[in-house]
Structures are given as C-alpha cells and as structure tokens.
C-alpha cells in the first residue's frame, strides 16, 4: 500500500503467471486450463482494499486525463480481476465489490473519446485506450457469464436446461450500471470500431446466456431499442467493412434470439419487455421501406446488403421457434400477423433486381417454421393468406429455382424432403402448389424432379394415400396433364402413376369422367400419347392388391381421433359383445423426437 513500484511489480508478476486466464478474444472457445488461479482468502491481506483504492484514483483522474503509467496501472488491474475471476468460486465476492461499477465509469469516458471525431484523435495513438475497453468488456463477461455459455452458443454448441443445472457457480448480480453504459455506448456511435460495437453486443448475449435473473435485469426497454437500431444501421450504405457489418447484424440476431428464449421462460411480473413488443418491432424493421435508395452508383451494393440483412432476419425466425416452448412462441407470432408480414416482404422484394430468390426461399423457410406441427396455425394461415394467394406471389418472382422448390418439398413434410419413407405429409397444401406449378416450369429436369418426388411421398402408404385424395388431388393432376404439351414425357408419366396408385385408393364417376375426356383428340384417327399409360393407371385401379381392405373406413390417425358412441341406457344383460377391423398402417416416424416411449391408441 505505501510503495506503489513494489504493488506494480506484485501484478506483472502475478498477470504474467496466469497470462493463460486472459482470453478476451469473445469469438474463441476459452481454452482448457488444468490449473485455476487462487482463491481469494490466499491472496496477501487487504489486497483487495488496496487495488479498490488504487482502481478509484484512477478514475478521479480520468478527467484530467491519465498519465501513461497510470494508463498502464489500470490495465494491469483489469487483467487481474480477470484473472482472479476465471477462479469461479471468486465471482460472487468480486460482483459484490465496487471494482465493476469503477471499471465500467473508466470504459464508458474511454468510448466517448473513440467515438469523438478530432483531430486529436486522427494524431493520437489509441491503441491502449482500445485495449483497456476490450479487457473491460472481458471482465465484466467473467462476472456474469463465468461459464462461458453465450461464447458456447456462438460457436454453436447448445447447452441444455439440465446442462445448465449443473453449473455449481452463478454469475454474480448485474450492476445497474450496465443498462445505461450500454445505452449510452451506442449514442452517436457512427466512429466507434465495428469491432469494438461486437464486443459490446457479445457482452450482451454473454449476460443473457449467464444466468436468468441478470437476463431479465438486462432486457428493457433501452436495451432493446439499442439493438434494433443496429440492426437497422447495418443497411446502411458506407465505408465500413462489409464483414464486421454482417458480424454485428449476425451477433445481434443471436442475442435476440436468446432474449425471447428467456422472456418465454418467465412470468410476466419478472419481464420489463414483452416478447409481443419484441416481434412487432422486428417486423416493421424487417418490412421497411426500401423506395428511399440511395444514390445509383450505390444502389446495386446497398441492394445486396440489404437482402442479406433481410435474410439473416428471416433465418433467425426459425432459429428462435426451436425451442422447447414453442406452441407458446407460435401463438405469440399469430397474434403479431407474422403471416402478413412474411407475405408482404414477398410482394415488396419486387422493386429488386436480383437475389430474389434466396429471399423467397428464407420466407418459406420461416413460414415453415410457424406452421410446423400446428394444426392451429395452419389453419389461420389458410384464412388470414390462402395458398392460392401465395402461389401467385411466388408465381410474379419468376421462374422459381431447385433450392425454392425443395422448401416447398420441405413445408410439406415438416422436415427434410430427402426422408422419404421417414417422413410422411404433413402439410398436403404445398403439394398441391408444386403441382399446379409444374406445367409452367421452362426446366425439364425440374419438372422431372418435382413429379418424381411427388409420386414418392403421396404413395408412400394408406394415409398419404388418403392425405391426398381428400385434398381433391386426383383432379387436380387430371387438369396438370391437360397441358400436355409443355409437359416432358417423363414428367407425365410419372403423374399418371401417381393418378393409379391414388386412384386405387378412391376415385370418383367425376374424376374417371375427365380422366376420359382428357383423351380426346382433335384427330379422330391419331391416338392420344397418353392413352397407354392411363390404360395401365385404370387397370392398376381395378386390380386388387394383396388382402382385401373395406372400401369405407374410419380414419384414427390423428393423436386426438377417436369414435364416440351413445351411452348405453338399459345394458342387454351382465355384459356384451362387438367386432371391429383394424387397419394397422406403419406410423412415420419424427427423426427430431428423442422421446423413447412409443405412441398407442386406446380403446375405452
């Protein structure tokens, strides 16, 4: 305490012994480390008192402006609460402590000078301002997220709710200062590095990943409306490197993601925001005007990146519907018209010139996941949009690529298209859509892929079988194949196996009458092309194939199916009897589902 030489040399000796601890680089995995710094009761006595007092005699003399040495100090003295912070069992005390609330006063008047533009600055090397910033950021990540589950989650390793429980140590509680430092970081930040503005939003997603309770301290009103204007700032047409501007939209994405996982988790006496409020702003940026473009010469760049924002926005729709709560998420994106919004940004991508079809596949990728495995939201989709309406949007963007026709495949199973025979029809709409869409597709060999694929998954059994009928499908190819002559022979053949095999499972006098007519010709004596394989279809529909099956039956398939009948009022004796045939159809089986226990249906 009383020689300030001995105290420095003291904290070089100790930094440059545990200088493996310093990993403040928030994009790498922190390394694996055998040894762990001491624990606090074995440091030397009143050390800590000394290094408070040491930390608040900087920060009086920052408005003056710090002496190199003095720079040097605080430096030294951030990289050792690091350093003792990555000893877990310190955390507590240490948060308990006053040193965060003086390092982060320190930070927040050292952004203020880089994000000023002078002259000053230009002639000023600020190289040891920005890396006292970086270490800050650093420690205030060791205090509230110790176990490092937000670096984790970027690096794309997903840590369970059990996973979690079993984190012996928590985060020590948020200072209040962090909301308006974060805040206040971002005001007129035009000449703040990109790449200090990442660090910044990765100690957001760090304190959120680190424990619920700082989470819901930390999400508020201001903080959201920080992100969201970074969001909206990473359209903006300018000098900036093109990678740490996707960085920063990418990072902030995964930190709203994280928020409205942990805003589901919570009661609404606990949350500042609601997850409603949340969306409703994420979709009024995500549906913003784009007539105001800028001046030509830029137009074509500031087009690009700003598709590729829309895109990383539509992505991180299904990224936040994966999560375990997600029927209560679904309802939420109901009630926000997200339907209406996602069909919106279809119909406004027009005014673009290029990159429309990756915008068309994300929305279907997002649709897909609203609607998955919601019978709920199927429905509204159906009354609040139509499928007709959004074919004829898809239709209006052009030709539509393999990778926009596979997302279609992939809505209608609610998974990989490629499972075929895992996979069943979940969703017969999209179906009908690639259907429909066949006579007018220019590629041949799309028009193969699509009939071939189609004649797979809706003849993979009796329920498909019957998914199809029942959504009127048999005509529906009837009239696809009146347009023969756009048709590859290929393509037609395939539909009319398609037509047998669906025929044989129900087919009406109307349907066989077209499907007659569909024959004709204008040439009395020149046969139609599809005249023998339509013999064969209608021969394959007459055939019986293995046992016989009832021509009417009920349909259990449903989990929530069932046949209710009368009560008995007066019983004929002391018991009774009946006879019923099951048909015991091979269920799909859901890859996603790690549930051991299989499903069975109940007589009662």
Request: hydrophobic content about 40%.
């Amino acid at each position: 305490q009383k020689d300030p030489d001995y105290l420095k040399l003291w904290l070089d000796s100790f930094v440059s012994s545990y200088e493996q601890f310093l990993d403040v680089d928030f994009e790498k995995l922190p390394t694996r480390v055998d040894d762990v710094p001491p624990g606090i009761s074995l440091l030397p006595d009143n050390i800590l008192q000394v290094l408070r007092l040491q930390l608040l005699q900087c920060v009086q003399k920052m408005s003056d402006g710090l002496e190199e040495q003095q720079q040097a100090l605080s430096l030294l003295l951030v990289k050792f609460f690091i350093i003792l912070c990555r000893n877990l069992a310190n955390v507590e005390e240490i948060g308990m402590c006053s040193y965060i609330n003086h390092v982060i006063t320190m930070t927040t008047l050292y952004i203020q000078q880089l994000k000023s533009k002078t002259k000053e600055k230009e002639v000023a090397d600020q190289t040891p301002i920005e890396e006292f910033v970086r270490h800050a950021l650093a420690f205030c990540e060791s205090l509230y997220d110790p176990y490092r589950n937000w670096r984790q989650r970027i690096a794309g390793r997903f840590l369970s709710a059990v996973e979690k429980s079993r984190q012996k140590y928590k985060p020590a509680s948020l200072t209040v200062e962090f909301v308006p430092f974060f805040y206040q970081c971002f005001q007129e930040s035009e000449h703040l590095k990109e790449s200090l503005k990442c660090c910044l939003i990765h100690l957001f997603g760090a304190i959120v990943a680190g424990g619920q309770r700082n989470a819901l301290q930390a999400v508020s009103p201001a903080t959201m409306e920080v992100l969201m204007r970074v969001l909206a700032d990473c359209d903006n047409w300018d000098d900036r490197n093109p990678e740490e501007v996707s960085r920063k939209a990418e990072l902030t994405l995964k930190c709203l993601t994280e928020v409205v996982h942990i805003l589901l988790t919570s009661s609404s006496d606990q949350r500042q925001v609601e997850t409603s409020t949340i969306l409703e702003n994420y979709f009024k940026l995500l549906n913003s005007d784009c007539s105001a473009l800028p001046n030509p010469r830029q137009c074509r760049q500031w087009e690009s990146r700003f598709i590729a924002l829309q895109v990383q926005m539509l992505n991180t729709i299904t990224a936040m519907l994966d999560c375990t709560d997600r029927p209560v998420l679904q309802a939420i994106f109901l009630n926000s018209n997200c339907f209406e919004h996602l069909i919106r940004l279809l119909q406004n991508c027009k005014v673009f010139q290029g990159h429309l079809d990756c915008l068309a596949v994300s929305t279907i990728q997002a649709l897909t996941a609203v609607m998955h495995r919601s019978p709920a939201a199927k429905e509204v989709f159906k009354e609040r949009i139509g499928y007709t309406h959004i074919f004829e949007v898809l239709k209006s963007l052009g030709q539509p690529s393999r990778a926009l026709l596979e997302e279609l495949m992939n809505m209608a199973v609610e998974g990989d298209h490629m499972a075929v025979g895992i996979l069943g029809i979940s969703n017969v709409h999209p179906l009908l859509l690639l259907l429909q869409w066949l006579p007018e597709l220019e590629s041949h060999d799309l028009q193969i892929f699509v009939s071939d694929w189609l004649r797979r998954i809706c003849c993979i059994n009796r329920q498909s079988r019957a998914t199809c009928v029942n959504a009127n499908m048999v005509i529906l190819i009837i009239e696809t194949l009146s347009s023969h002559s756009v048709l590859h022979s290929t393509c037609a053949e395939n539909l009319i196996a398609l037509l047998g095999s669906l025929g044989s499972q129900s087919m009406g006098s109307e349907e066989l009458l077209q499907l007659i007519r569909l024959l004709r010709t204008e040439e009395p004596k020149q046969a139609h092309p599809y005249v023998v394989p339509v013999m064969r279809a209608i021969l394959a529909m007459a055939r019986k194939q293995g046992m016989a099956t009832a021509l009417q039956y009920f349909n259990l398939y449903h989990s929530m199916a069932g046949i209710t009948v009368p009560s008995i009022h007066k019983w004929p004796g002391s018991a009774f009897s009946f006879n019923a045939w099951l048909c015991l159809d091979q269920d799909q089986v859901d890859p996603n589902t790690t549930s051991k226990t299989g499903k069975r249906k109940q007589l009662y």
